[in-house]
Each structure stands twice: as C-alpha cells, then as structure tokens.
DNA sequence: GCTATAATCAGAAATGATTTTCATTTAGAC
DNA sequence: GTCTAAATGAAAATCATTTCTGATTATAGC
C-alpha cells in the first residue's frame, strides 16, 4: 500500500513524503469520508504529528491531482475519499454513516451534447452527487 | 411582480415583510446568481437597509422552499438565483459571468433505480450541476 | 554518500464569510 | 385596535480554512 503510493506521487511529481504517505493511509483505512480534522486527529493516533494547515494543503492538493475525491456536502464542509476506482464515475453517499458508494450513471454525454447545441456553451466540469441512505443505515 | 411575490409567500406561510419582497425584486431583476452580501447591496441601492442577517437568513429560507435556487459553487460560497421556471431541473453555470441556463436533462430516474437496486439505498436528494462558460463568454 | 535546492512543513496568527444572541419591531389573524 | 408569533437589526461570536514566515527535508545530480 505504502510503496505504490510512493509510486503514485512520484508519477504526479509529488514528493513522497511521510506527511502525504500517512494521509493517505490514513483515507485508505477509512471507508467513509473524512474532514481535514479528522485525519489530522488519526494521524496523531498513528503517531504522525503533522500541523493541520499541512493536512489542508495535501488534501486539497491530492484530490486536484485526482488521487483523492472531495466530497461536496450539504453542510459545505470540506470532506476528502480515497476512492479506489480510478475511472470517470460519481458517488452515492450516506449522510447517516458518510460512507460512500460508486455510481455508475454519469449523464456527461448527454449533458455535454445539450450545452453544445442548445445553449452553445462549453463545459468545464460537472457536479453529479447524490445523498442518501445506505442499505446498512437503513436497515438500523 | 410585487403582487404574486406577496401571494406566493403567503401561500408558504411566510410572512411578506418588505425586506423579503424586496430580496426577491433584487434577484429577479438579475440575471446573474449572487451572494447574499452582493443583494444586500442592491438592496441599498434601491433604498431598501436591511441586516446583513436578515439577508442570510432569508436567501436560505427562500430557497429551503424553493422559491430561490442555491448555486453550489467550486469555490463554496453562497450564491442565489432566481429560476422562474417551476418545475424540477438542473442548471448551467457560467464560472466568467454568473449565468444560469436551464438544462432539460436530470438523471434522476436512472439514479434512484440505481440506487436502490444495487445499493438497497434510499435517494434524499441529487445534485447535478453543471459548470461552464456560457455562449456569451465564449465569443467575448 | 554528500550537496544543493526547490519543495514541503509547523506553528502562530489572520481571515472573513456565516451564524448566533437577544432585545425590539412588525405582519397578519381575530 | 389588540395580540402573538414571526421577523428583524446590531453587535459579537464562531470557527473552518488560509496565509505567513522561517525552518526542515526529499530528491536529483555529483
């Protein structure tokens, strides 16, 4: 895990530090979504002190890489996922537990057609998020 | 303009104080989203002094009811705008000059069918936007 | 391995949009 | 007109997020 994060980082010329290896262990060990806070209180648990601004800076800088996503809430705090599945897709997730689940419906296509002839625009990126409750949170 | 304003808040209940009346004339004169700060302002203009609270306070509820749209922006502050067009949908907008276009499209049946036959889950909300430049600043 | 250096980091302090508080006012029902 | 719940204003607080600045460190090249 920690050696092909190396990997990753060096690829998207990050350094690899131990900063970064950790908060993205950190996200890896965590099925649901977190704030900056909170993998900052994990990583101490784990024994690795980092200041939180760091933790700010390396979120944000991890998921414009596309190495973590951001999750977009309702209550607009900054929420990061270490989502696995590389490819283009959007999330389910769980306002109850915060986890998260793949979707594999994206409208882009579709959406991209009718800006283009309809509206003659050009789109730029696309927000497809959608809230819930999971099948555990609604089963108890 | 006033009148129906004045009808369609009395029919949610809520009271039609002038300062409500008058965010609303503010944002349906506009084209463009706004901040809640930036309707304070027109507010001013047209000789209308409200609390900068008040302002908040209203942009939310009015939207919370669904007479204003919220704007979920990339960079998350609070924008509104006013969508005279009442039935569920979707919008493109303008990052350069704050457009908004109505898009026909909304995958919301696919989502919830998705949802809920491979998740088992249960659909509160969606959230589809759609972020771009808009024909105007395109050719401009 | 050693060095240079650009990237990264910590900690403190600032920021600033948004919210809360609470005393006062007002719209709408009767 | 009177009453009451809702709405408002002003000041102050909140608090997540960002900025600043001077160390520290990972990495590439020797």
């Known amino acids: 895990m920690d050696i092909s994060f190396d990997k990753r980082l060096r690829e998207l010329k990050l350094k690899a530090t131990p900063?970064?290896?950790a908060i993205l262990e950190v996200l890896a060990d965590e099925s649901?979504?977190?704030?900056?806070?909170?993998?900052?209180?994990?990583?101490?648990?784990?024994?690795?002190?980092?200041?939180?601004?760091?933790v700010y800076r390396n979120l944000e800088e991890?998921?414009?890489?596309?190495?973590?996503?951001k999750i977009v809430h309702p209550d607009r705090r900054l929420y990061y996922y270490f989502c696995?599945?590389?490819?283009?897709?959007?999330?389910?997730?769980?306002?109850?537990?915060?986890?998260?689940?793949?979707l594999s419906f994206c409208?882009?296509?579709v959406i991209d057609r009718e800006v283009?002839?309809?509206?003659?625009?050009?789109v730029v990126s696309h927000l497809v998020?959608?809230?819930g409750h999971c099948k555990e949170c609604l089963a108890g």
Chains 1, 2 share one sequence.
Request: with cysteine; aromatic share 6%.
């Open 19 to 21: 900063k970064r290896l």
């Open 32 to 54: 649901i979504y977190l704030t900056p806070e909170e993998v900052w209180k994990r990583m101490r648990r784990k024994s690795t002190r980092a200041g939180l601004p760091t």
């Open 62 to 69: 991890l998921s414009a890489c596309g190495v973590l996503i």
């Open 84 to 102: 696995p599945n590389s490819h283009h897709h959007h999330h389910f997730v769980c306002l109850s537990c915060r986890r998260v689940e793949d």
């Open 107 to 109: 409208g882009l296509e």
């Open 116 to 122: 283009k002839k309809s509206l003659k625009g050009a």
């Open 129 to 131: 998020q959608v809230y």
